[in-house]
């Protein structure tokens, strides 16, 4: 049977429910036109009181890459030293961008794809040599990975306060606990992940420390993402400096309003539950996770075919996309091994049903033998169990 809209389980875009795409079709209007004007300011102010932040926050048309390289270039001087944690793909981006910019860059890997880089290791690191800067990746969306970031910023705050923390939560904001005042410098982000809206947005959350910091440099090679012009808008947006995406805007706007309503705690608990349930699911119908236990991240997974069963990935993947549902090939080391399910955002148990459905179907029709219906039963007992 053809499917006209697949549901978008991939680790992000994600679904977007009908009043976000209502707020997206609104006729547009100037970006100084004071009802845009007033909602732009009221949503800053939002995403500063949610997520406890004593600097400021910023909207920026662009992608989460955009708001990764913002981030950085504008706390990192010249000749600093940076030290980035990778956990996966997302992790090496954040050297790339430091070596292209020149920084002195080192890094820490995870000793195998699945697993974190410790705080153990971080703290002897720091302790060896000081860095002006440290970047870590939240949510490996390559891995399906958690990094422990409330444990690195007590550490951090303890032993380290001098040293500037960036975050990559681009699969994190909204979904997964967190809050700047643990003692985060810059926290970054995008539209399409948690927040539940289109692409298009690049969000970043910037500490009083992390703009003292670009006030400090006298003048960064970018301009676009430059902190120093973005702060004006952010702060009156009827100021220009940059067309803002309007209704992009309008859209995050009733993101926000939807994660309110739920409450930032409700949202964290839903998204470690039905995480739970779907790898509980998943592991009934003969896959494997590809994170640790420990470090299983609350908003993507990656699964793992069984060696014994000859799934061919692409073919398998395009099963599934038959059957209802577009999941995402893996990166790297895991690269055809598997397939990365995002499950994050405005999803429900209705969703989530389907798409383990869908997975279901596909193993049947790829000659994988499974009982029909072993994976359904795993996942509603875990949500009956809730």
């Given at each position: 049977?053809?499917?006209?809209?697949?549901?978008?389980?991939?680790?992000?875009?994600?679904?977007?429910?009908?009043?976000?795409?209502?707020?997206?079709?609104?006729?547009?209007?100037?970006?100084?036109?004071?009802?845009?004007?007033?909602?732009?300011?009221?949503?800053?102010?939002?995403?500063?009181?949610?997520?406890?932040?004593?600097?400021?926050?910023?909207?920026?048309?662009?992608?989460?890459?955009?708001?990764?390289?913002?981030?950085?270039?504008?706390?990192?001087?010249?000749?600093?030293?940076?030290?980035v944690c990778s956990n996966g793909y997302f992790g090496d981006r954040f050297v790339d961008i430091c070596s292209r910019k020149g920084f002195e860059t080192e890094v820490l890997r995870a000793p195998r794809w699945g697993e974190s880089v410790s705080i153990a290791e971080i703290a002897a690191k720091l302790d060896e040599k000081k860095f002006d800067v440290l970047g870590v990746t939240h949510i490996e969306t390559s891995t399906g990975v958690e990094f422990p970031l409330r444990e690195l910023t007590e550490m951090m705050r303890a032993s380290h306060p001098d040293t500037l923390v960036v975050v990559d939560g681009v699969a994190s904001m909204g979904g997964v606990e967190f809050y700047m005042d643990w003692g985060v410098d810059v926290m970054l982000s995008c539209s399409q992940k948690c927040f539940g809206t289109a692409p298009g947005l690049g969000l970043l959350w910037a500490s009083e420390k992390a703009l003292e910091k670009r006030h400090a440099i006298s003048q960064i090679t970018e301009t676009y993402i430059d902190f120093?012009?973005?702060?004006?808008?952010?702060?009156?947006?009827?100021?220009?400096?940059?067309?803002?995406?309007?209704?992009?805007?309008?859209?995050?706007?009733?993101?926000?309003?939807?994660?309110?309503?739920?409450?930032?705690?409700?949202?964290?608990?839903?998204?470690?539950?039905?995480?739970?349930?779907?790898?509980?699911?998943?592991?009934?119908?003969?896959?494997?996770?590809?994170?640790?236990?420990?470090?299983?991240?609350?908003?993507?997974?990656?699964?793992?075919?069984?060696?014994?069963?000859?799934?061919?990935?692409?073919?398998?993947?395009?099963?599934?996309?038959?059957?209802?549902?577009?999941?995402?090939?893996?990166?790297?080391?895991?690269?055809?091994?598997?397939?990365?399910?995002?499950?994050?955002?405005?999803?429900?148990?209705?969703?989530?049903?389907?798409?383990?459905?869908?997975i279901e179907r596909a193993c049947v029709k790829c000659g994988y033998d499974i009982e029909p219906g072993v994976g359904l039963a795993a996942l509603q007992r875990a949500l009956i169990e809730r």
């Amino acid at each position: 049977m053809h499917i006209r809209n697949p549901l978008v389980m991939m680790p992000g875009p994600t679904p977007v429910v009908r009043s976000i795409q209502d707020a997206l079709g609104r006729e547009t209007i100037s970006y100084n036109d004071p009802r845009l004007v007033a909602d732009f300011g009221r949503l800053i102010d939002d995403l500063v009181k949610l997520w406890r932040c004593d600097g400021i926050a910023f909207v920026v048309a662009g992608s989460g890459t955009m708001a990764m390289e913002m981030g950085i270039v504008n706390v990192a001087a010249k000749n600093d030293k940076v030290l980035v944690c990778s956990n996966g793909y997302f992790g090496d981006r954040f050297v790339d961008i430091c070596s292209r910019k020149g920084f002195e860059t080192e890094v820490l890997r995870a000793p195998r794809w699945g697993e974190s880089v410790s705080i153990a290791e971080i703290a002897a690191k720091l302790d060896e040599k000081k860095f002006d800067v440290l970047g870590v990746t939240h949510i490996e969306t390559s891995t399906g990975v958690e990094f422990p970031l409330r444990e690195l910023t007590e550490m951090m705050r303890a032993s380290h306060p001098d040293t500037l923390v960036v975050v990559d939560g681009v699969a994190s904001m909204g979904g997964v606990e967190f809050y700047m005042d643990w003692g985060v410098d810059v926290m970054l982000s995008c539209s399409q992940k948690c927040f539940g809206t289109a692409p298009g947005l690049g969000l970043l959350w910037a500490s009083e420390k992390a703009l003292e910091k670009r006030h400090a440099i006298s003048q960064i090679t970018e301009t676009y993402i430059d902190f120093e012009k973005w702060v004006p808008v952010m702060k009156e947006p009827m100021k220009y400096w940059g067309t803002p995406a309007v209704n992009m805007i309008w859209s995050l706007c009733e993101a926000v309003r939807i994660i309110k309503e739920e409450g930032l705690e409700n949202r964290f608990r839903r998204h470690r539950e039905y995480a739970s349930a779907i790898r509980r699911s998943l592991s009934a119908m003969g896959f494997s996770i590809g994170a640790g236990e420990k470090v299983a991240s609350p908003t993507v997974t990656v699964s793992l075919y069984p060696n014994n069963r000859g799934l061919d990935d692409a073919a398998f993947r395009a099963a599934v996309y038959g059957e209802g549902a577009h999941i995402a090939g893996c990166l790297g080391d895991f690269a055809g091994k598997g397939f990365r399910i995002g499950h994050m955002g405005n999803i429900d148990d209705n969703i989530i049903v389907s798409l383990i459905a869908s997975i279901e179907r596909a193993c049947v029709k790829c000659g994988y033998d499974i009982e029909p219906g072993v994976g359904l039963a795993a996942l509603q007992r875990a949500l009956i169990e809730r």
